[in-house]
């Protein structure tokens, strides 16, 4: 994802979000790029969605306490009900003095309907 615009999610993980290593936790790192998603999905879906797929998720390199997390996503492809989010997780650090891509996925929603069933996305 060559062309990063405003990023949809930043945030600072904590020193709860520490694993055994001393990095932030895989897990938290997968639910950020969910919540991420899920914004721009309902945007696109108008309403309700799910996330129903990661695929291709890649951890590049850690994620330290006191990195400022940035979520970028893009809509890389539609189907009738559901959409692949592209999202890219980049690590600012030492105050702004550098940047690090640290991982990026490929997450799958589907719109729902009042009964949390697969509807037909709104046109584009």
Request: glycine residues 8%.
């Given at each position: ?13 904590q020193h709860r979000d ?90 799958t929603f589907v719109a ?6 697969p509807r037909p996305l709104?046109?584009?």
């Amino acid at each position: 994802m060559s062309e990063r615009k405003d990023p949809v999610l930043r945030v600072v993980p904590q020193h709860r979000d520490i694993n055994s290593n001393g990095h932030i936790f895989g897990g938290w790192v997968l639910s950020q790029m969910d919540i991420a998603g899920g914004i721009i999905a309902s945007n696109v879906c108008q309403g309700a969605c799910a996330t129903v797929a990661i695929e291709a998720m890649e951890f590049i390199a850690p994620i330290l306490v006191r990195d400022v997390i940035s979520i970028y996503g893009r809509v890389v492809k539609r189907g009738r009900t559901s959409l692949a989010i592209k999202l890219e997780v980049v690590a600012t650090r030492d105050r702004g003095a550098s940047e690090v891509k640290v991982t990026e996925g490929l997450f799958t929603f589907v719109a729902l309907d009042e009964n949390h069933r697969p509807r037909p996305l709104p046109p584009s």
